[in-house]
C-alpha cells in the first residue's frame, strides 16, 4: 500500500502500487482471457454445430428417407431400404435401463465398501 497526495492535496493510498504495472498486466491477462473465451466459443460451437448435423442425419435415415420416392442413387437407395436405424432408438431404451441399474449398484457398493 502506497501513500502520496493527490491533485488537490488530500492523502491518499494506493493499495495496487504502480498503476500502469497493473493496468500492463491486467490487459494482458484480458488478452489471455480473450483468447481462451474465442476459442471455448469456438470449440462449443463446433460440437454444437457436429451434434445437429449427426442428429438431422440419423432423422432422414431413420425417418424422412422412408417417405421419398426410390432414389437412383445407390448409398441413398441403401439408406432408405435400412431397417436398423428405425429399430436404434427403441433398442436403446432397455440398454439405457440396466446402464442406469449398473451405476446404481456400484454407487452402493462404494458406498458400502
Request: with cysteine; proline share 4%; charged share 15%.
Amino acid at each position: 500500500m502506497r501513500y502520496k497526495l493527490n491533485e488537490r492535496g488530500f492523502l491518499s493510498f494506493n493499495w495496487l502500487g504502480d498503476q500502469s504495472r497493473v493496468r500492463k498486466q491486467m490487459s494482458d491477462q484480458l488478452d489471455l482471457t480473450l483468447q481462451n473465451f474465442n476459442r471455448r466459443v469456438v470449440t462449443r460451437l463446433a460440437f454444437i454445430a457436429s451434434g445437429v448435423i449427426s442428429f438431422l442425419l440419423f432423422f432422414f435415415a431413420a425417418s424422412f428417407s422412408k417417405l421419398l420416392p426410390p432414389f437412383h442413387n445407390q448409398i441413398l437407395r441403401a439408406i432408405q431400404n435400412d431397417r436398423y436405424c428405425c429399430l436404434l432408438v427403441p433398442l436403446t431404451i432397455p440398454v439405457i435401463m440396466i446402464a442406469v441399474y449398473l451405476h446404481w449398484l456400484t454407487m452402493k457398493l462404494f458406498k458400502h465398501a
